[in-house]
């Protein structure tokens, strides 16, 4: 039977870590010293482990978060790729050809029913259609099944920190 317990979490990073790492996820904007008041810490050490934890990588970077439907990006899908060979050679390849492309936003190499799963965003239908007949024909790929996706109940960025 698969293991279906939560992991534990890093035993490197205490209770204040997580919470700053909570309050940071939620509001990337959010300055030094209103992120030390929500954390009940004083600006100098509140800073210190923003940076520690930047070093160490917990804190990959900051972004916007962007609304693609209001930049002229009306289809988001999802495109399932399977390969003619499971070479490493061959899954460099994929690999490199697919995050070439601007539109691709995710990158995944998977186990069960495909090679790689990446989600793409297009202007618009043909667009879409387009994108989907480079994959189809790019060096290696064997299949492509894609999914456009209707609408998105959900799109959190990050972890769960509780």
Not at 79 to 87: D, I, P, R, T, Y
Not at 92 to 111: G, K, N, Q
Request: charged share 25%.
């Amino acid at each position: 039977m698969p293991n279906t317990k939560t992991p534990a979490p890093d035993p490197a990073l205490d209770a204040l870590d997580r919470q700053i790492l909570a309050e940071l996820q939620a509001d990337g904007r959010i300055t030094n010293v209103e992120l030390a008041r929500r954390v009940n810490l004083s600006a100098p050490p509140c800073l210190r482990r923003v940076r520690r934890l930047e070093e160490e990588g917990v804190i990959r970077g900051y972004h916007a978060d962007l609304d693609p439907t209001a930049l002229g990006w009306e289809v988001v899908f999802f495109a399932l790729v399977g390969l003619e060979s499971q070479k490493q050679s061959a899954l460099d390849a994929f690999e490199a050809l697919a995050t070439s492309w601007p539109e691709v936003r995710e990158c995944h190499m998977i186990r069960g029913g495909g090679d790689f799963l990446l989600r793409l965003v297009a202007r618009n239908t043909a667009h879409e259609n387009e994108l989907t007949t480079r994959l189809t024909g790019a060096p290696n790929v064997l299949r492509v099944q894609t999914l456009q996706t209707i609408r998105t109940a959900k799109d959190a960025a990050g972890v769960p920190l509780g």
